[in-house]
Nanobody, 121 residues
């Protein structure tokens, strides 16, 4: 009923930038928290950044100063601006959202399918 769709991944050289987008759709009453996770080859999935509806944000230490998370509440969309990319940022980036659907007693977590970001040396 609720779907998250990521876009914006691709191939970029070290030092470059990409902007990821994640749009939520479906029977959504509200979205409190939206965030981005990533999983690099051979590594565990890690939290990259989150943003609450009021605009408060959290960033992993590894991306502070380089990545910026933002959201457009009217469009139920979250963005991740990634600057100064390095090969260590190569991963599948997945969108996550705590969604309050219509006809639900509480929020539920939803995940997108992920978008691949590859950073070359």
């Amino acid at each position: 009923q609720v779907q998250l769709v990521e876009s914006g991944g691709g191939l970029v050289q070290a030092g470059g930038s990409l902007r990821l987008s994640c749009a939520a759709s479906g029977s959504i009453y509200s979205i409190n928290r939206m965030g981005w996770y990533r999983q690099a080859p051979g590594k565990q999935r890690e939290l990259v950044a989150t943003i609450i509806r009021d605009g408060s944000t959290y960033y992993a230490d590894s991306v502070k100063g380089r990545f910026t998370i933002s959201r457009d509440n009217a469009k139920n969309t979250v963005y991740l601006q990634m600057n100064s990319l390095s090969p260590e940022d190569t991963a599948v980036y997945s969108c996550n959202a705590a969604v309050m659907p219509f006809y639900s007693s509480g929020p539920r977590d939803y995940w997108g399918k992920g978008t691949l970001v590859t950073v070359s040396s």
